[in-house]
């Protein structure tokens, strides 16, 4: 196959994280396992950016719950919140991927419709 690059945003990389997740623990055709693996090596250094961006902003504009342990963006900030983490989930990243066709997934491959909507840009 050709190398295509495309263009996701955080957003769309953080939304289809677990649905990917899932997929690579399925048996599927040798060079879609390896895509998705190469993929999910490569999109992990961008969430995991995104994580400590988001925390940074949840320590910054929330208060610790001591009950969960951690911090939550309190009421009164989540505006703020949403105006700072907003830009970040729109952030652009281009990776190397070529959309896989429906088709050349195992027929006996098991979705949520939740999943399918996760993993649409991903697919074709």
Do not use: C, H
Not at 24 to 30: D, F, M, R, V, Y
Not at 87 to 95: D, G, H, N, S, Y
Not at 109 to 118: F, S, V
């Amino acid at each position: 196959g050709v190398n295509r690059m495309m263009k996701f945003t955080i957003a769309q990389l953080k939304t289809a994280e677990s649905a990917l997740v899932a997929l690579s623990k399925e048996s599927l055709p040798a060079y879609i396992a390896v895509r998705i693996s190469k993929f999910l090596a490569a999109a992990g250094k961008e969430l995991n950016d995104f994580e400590q961006q988001r925390n940074t902003l949840v320590v910054k504009w929330g208060k610790e719950n001591p009950e969960k342990g951690n911090s939550e963006v309190t009421e009164e900030n989540m505006e703020a919140f949403k105006a700072e983490i907003e830009p970040i989930l729109a952030k652009e990243v281009t990776f190397e991927w070529d959309k896989i066709r429906v088709s050349q997934l195992p027929p006996n491959l098991m979705l949520t419709p939740t999943q399918a909507a996760q993993l649409e840009p991903f697919l074709e």
